[in-house]
């Protein structure tokens, strides 16, 4: 884990007041319209952390065994793989109409 990768986190708590203040109280990212999913007995949420804030979360979560943090995925890394998918070449530079099945405008 690098200090500076951001990694997607599934938090979960037995009731929608905890999972609030859990998150709160560590300063989690959920994004810009976070929502709860309730499944089966626990509420769960998807949110966002650096390595230094899931660090922080697991030493609360530890203190209050209701709430647990899963990871998910590096999305730092994913992020870089997919950039690393994408053609660098400017199609638009040579002026050209593109070739293909799509419309030409």
Avoid: H, W
Wanted: net charge neutral; hydrophobic share 35%; aromatic share 6%.
């Amino acid at each position: 884990m690098s200090e500076n990768e951001l990694y997607k986190i599934e938090i979960q708590a037995a009731s929608l007041e905890e999972l609030r203040e859990f998150v709160n109280s560590n300063s989690l990212d959920l994004g810009c319209r976070p929502t709860a999913q309730k499944e089966k007995d626990r509420f769960l949420a998807i949110g966002f952390a650096t390595k230094e804030q899931i660090e922080k979360a697991q030493d609360a979560m530890r203190a209050e065994s209701k709430v647990s943090v899963k990871f998910l995925e590096n999305v730092s890394e994913t992020g870089k793989t997919r950039q690393a998918e994408v053609n660098k070449n400017n199609r638009f530079e040579q002026r050209a109409v593109p070739s293909g099945l799509g419309i030409k405008e």
